[in-house]
Nanobody, 124 residues
Framework: VQLQASGGGWVQTGGSLRLSCAAS????????MGWYRQCPGNQRELVAV???????NYADSVKGRFTISRDSAKNTVELQMNSLEPEDTAVYYC???????????????????WGKGTQVTVSS
């Protein structure tokens, strides 16, 4: 599975950016698609995730400002980021959790894939 992310960049405080990620390759089923971020010296943290059924989960720090959406037919996920703050500056990573085949789904085994990070910089 390959994840192609795009949309990072530089923006001033209060601005907006939109991240996109497309999954391609061989897999049986995508379970969740999401975004994580990592600042230098910090652990990677969840930003937002969306399930096949459209259920979402957001980090408290981005609730009300970020919106995650998914096109299951195209295997794409997007993150609309509004009211950006300097604290949102980080490398953002696309994340996909899959069942690689029908047996793994039966067994409850999942495989996680990560895209190459895309830098988001918010200046004050």
């Amino acid at each position: 599975v390959q994840l192609q992310a795009s949309g990072g960049g530089w923006v001033q405080t209060g601005g907006s950016l939109r991240l996109s990620c497309a999954a391609s390759g061989s897999f049986f089923r995508i379970i969740t698609m999401g975004w994580y971020r990592q600042c230098p010296g910090n652990q990677r943290e969840l930003v937002a995730v969306i399930t096949t059924g459209g259920g979402t989960n957001y980090a408290d720090s981005v609730k009300g400002r970020f919106t995650i959406s998914r096109d299951s037919a195209k295997n794409t996920v997007e993150l609309q980021m509004n009211s950006l703050e300097p604290e949102d500056t980080a490398v953002y990573y696309c994340n996909v959790v899959t069942n690689v085949n029908a047996q793994s789904r039966k067994d409850g085994r999942t495989t996680t894939y990560w895209g190459k990070g895309t830098q988001v910089t918010v200046s004050s």
